[in-house]
């Protein structure tokens, strides 16, 4: 590649009046060190949320008011994204372009909404949420033009990420997706926004690359370009050893590899991470007011020994299931078939001869009936309700020791979920949620990363 790109990932807590206008301080920097900027969006803060239950409630109802909801609603969602650069203060011409650059869009959405009230659909729903990301870019282009910059919004089905037909949950076609992005990069002279979080399959429906889409398409545009670096950008700056909020002795972690990152989880979704990996890019969690707050995600050989972080899940549901005669795998099928169709959430799996443990978490609202068909069925299934703490890092068999000896510590009936085995890079156990979880992250902390 004959430029030096630098990829800006700005998700949804970037988008306030205080950030945005460092984004712009960035890109300028970046330019005048000689990079290529780009910068992936997420839509605006709450929008996506707001797409969603609107349709959620559209979709329930059989109101006869459908299109004066729809209007009033185009209003509103309008008005969110006006506010913004109101309270930016743009000057009144930029704020004149980005209202017209909206209402163009909504004109679109409105119809998109009127079918979807009519003929709800699982296809419709994914193209409509992500009209969150193309307002935001649409947008947030303008914004950068106002000065110097001169930017241009970009649609991800337009350059086109192609990906599989998992409508809400998609995987981007890497090798058709990054021919398509380099011969569209050649074509670009203005900074690209591109909106995040979507992508289309070959027959043209709009797809979502699920939850943290937006660091998937950041990530890779950035290996597909062989991006000098791609830079999240976040509210809350680098990456901790630990939630600063309930140990206040945690400390900002400069460097973490791949495999790190992706264990951690939640911090970088794991699908991007893939990208990162597979051409060596490096990346930085790094704060907007800061720029010496980050961590750098890079690929290393050499980790140094111990934990990097130890963080936690609360109040997780366990289903312990007596195998009785069963084999493991029939429990298991069981009990994954349940997740599965109650949309439930499984965080972690531990077998012992006589019990399947299984710890799920409660993504979908629809515990409660899962619970209650799994009792039907397997009345000698028992609940317990636990909090998961996990420690990130290099470990050897001793730390593995101490780990479950600090977890018994807290709780003498703890499922330890730690064990040894050749490059162990997470340990993970259960205590039961009566127990206290900062004090354990902060006895966990000062054990492995404090001592």
């Given at each position: 590649m004959s430029k030096k790109y630098i990829v800006n990932k700005c998700g949804?807590?970037?988008m306030v009046p205080t950030l945005l206008?460092?984004?712009?301080?960035?890109?300028?920097k970046q330019i005048r060190a000689g990079y290529s900027p780009i910068v992936v969006v997420s839509a605006i803060k709450d929008v996506t949320d707001t797409l969603i239950s609107f349709l959620s409630n559209l979709s329930a109802s059989k109101n006869k008011n459908a299109t004066q909801d729809i209007?009033?609603?185009?209003?509103?969602?309008?008005?969110?994204?006006l506010k913004l650069f109101q309270t930016i203060e743009v000057p009144t011409k930029t704020e004149t372009i980005i209202l017209n650059s909206l209402e163009k869009i909504m004109v679109t959405l409105a119809k998109d909404l009127e079918v979807f009230s009519n003929k709800p659909s699982a296809e419709l729903e994914a193209k409509i949420t992500a009209y969150g990301e193309k307002l935001s870019a649409t947008c947030v282009a303008e914004y950068f033009s106002q000065d110097d910059l001169?930017?241009?919004?970009?649609?991800?089905?337009?350059i086109p990420v192609l990906t599989d037909a998992v409508v809400k949950d998609a995987n981007i076609l890497y090798e058709e997706s990054e021919k398509n992005i380099v011969r569209f990069m050649k074509s670009v002279k203005n900074i690209p926004v591109i909106a995040g979080f979507t992508g289309r399959t070959a027959k043209g429906v709009t797809t979502l690359l699920g939850r943290g889409g937006t660091d998937t398409t950041a990530c890779f545009v950035g290996a597909a370009l062989r991006a000098h670096k791609v830079v999240l950008w976040k509210d809350v700056g680098a990456v901790?050893?630990?939630?600063?909020r309930l140990v206040p002795q945690a400390r900002t972690i400069p460097f973490l590899s791949y495999d790190e990152i992706e264990?951690?989880?939640?911090?970088i979704q794991g699908k991007a991470v893939r990208y990162l990996r597979q051409y060596k890019i490096s990346a930085e969690i790094a704060s907007l007011q800061n720029s010496k707050d980050k961590t750098t995600v890079r690929d290393t050989k050499q980790t140094k020994p111990g934990a990097k972080m130890v963080s936690f899940k609360k109040d997780l549901m366990m289903l312990s299931l007596h195998q009785g005669d069963a084999r493991g795998y029939e429990r298991l099928f069981d009990i994954s078939d349940l997740c599965a169709r109650y949309k439930v959430n499984v965080v972690l799996i531990w077998n012992d001869p006589a019990y399947l443990h299984v710890a799920v978490e409660n993504t979908s609202g629809m515990l409660s009936e899962l619970i209650q068909e799994a009792k039907a069925r397997f009345p000698e299934i028992s609940l317990t309700t636990v909090h998961m703490v996990t420690a990130v890092g290099n470990f050897t068999w001793k730390d593995v020791n101490i780990f479950n000896q600090t977890l018994h510590t807290?709780?003498?009936?703890?499922?330890?979920?730690a064990c040894p085995y050749p490059k162990?890079?997470?340990?993970?156990?259960?205590v039961a949620s009566k127990h206290d979880i900062a004090s354990l992250l902060g006895a966990m902390h000062k054990i492995f990363i404090n001592k």
């Open positions: 949804g807590g970037i206008p460092l984004v712009k301080r960035e890109l300028t209007q009033d609603f185009i209003e509103y969602l309008g008005a969110m994204h001169k930017a241009t919004a970009v649609y991800g089905e337009n901790f050893s630990a939630d600063p264990e951690a989880g939640k911090i807290f709780d003498a009936k703890a499922l330890v979920g162990c890079i997470r340990m993970e156990g259960m």
